[in-house]
């Protein structure tokens, strides 16, 4: 009887906190991988942006896109996945086939995550020397806009953030928090402290970010998506 008992407090503790993530504010993240011959971090940021995948919650949302030469169109966009939301939990603790369809409905959003994670994997890096971060950045100002307008928006890059090309079209981001994760953009520390400073400048005052941070390489990342 305790036996039965203890086990029925764990099952009822674990649904209220799935039913807790499942009604969480939804989030949008995008982020964007550099596939350019130039950037050699590519596995650590998949194991980062792969981390992400995995703690997204039911309703999240994630763009997959690539920063190649011309990183804008189409031809750059990898996925977009939403983790789906499970079904509505059994009010009748004996309900098998009730709760044999929820549990299959939180299977749906694990097997999301993994499908979501293999198609990260499998991109490959490209010859390009060149990367088309600003095309990217436009690409992304879109992609929020097709979201719902009050779900909470990450933009993750995993690159050099050495343009090679400038667009005198700025997107607006606002409201948008920028992680650059994977950072890494050479062996001159004034260099790079420059480019971190005029990449703050653009993304702040002309693009209208909420935040911009930038995570080095080895600097344990968690994205916070409360």
């Known amino acids: 009887m305790k036996r039965s008992l203890c086990t029925g407090l764990v099952l009822w503790l674990m649904v209220q906190a799935i039913a807790g993530i499942a009604n969480a504010e939804p989030a949008v993240v995008v982020a964007g991988m550099d596939l350019t011959a130039t ?14 995948i ?3 919650r039911p309703g999240d949302v994630i763009h997959l896109h690539t920063i190649v030469k011309r990183s804008y169109g189409p031809e750059s966009s990898v996925f977009r996945a939403e983790i789906p939301r499970p079904i ?16 299959q409905s939180l299977r749906k959003a694990r097997l999301a995550k993994i499908w979501a994670i293999k198609s990260l994997a499998a991109l490959k890096q490209t010859q390009a ?13 879109e992609k929020f806009n097709n979201e719902a307008p009050k779900a909470k928006r990450f ?4 690159s050099t953030m050495q343009p090679s090309w400038h667009y005198q079209t700025l997107p607006d ?19 790079v402290r420059r480019l971190v400073r005029s990449w703050k400048k653009v993304l702040l005052n002309s693009c209208h ?10 600097v ?6 409360d």
């Open 129 to 141: 020397l060149k990367r088309d971060l600003y095309g990217f950045l436009n690409a992304a100002e």
């Open 39 to 52: 950037y050699n971090n590519q596995p650590e940021a998949k194991m980062i942006i792969a981390k992400v």
């Open 220 to 225: 344990n990342y968690q994205l916070k998506l």
């Open 173 to 191: 981001l606002a409201g948008v928090e920028i992680h650059v994760v994977g950072f890494s953009a050479g062996q001159d520390p004034d260099y």
């Open 209 to 218: 970010a909420k935040s911009v941070s930038f995570f080095p390489l080895g």
């Open 155 to 158: 933009l993750l890059i995993a």
């Open 88 to 103: 509505d939990k059994p009010k009748n603790q004996y309900d098998r086939r009730g709760w044999f369809l929820y549990k």
């Open 54 to 56: 995995n703690s997204l």
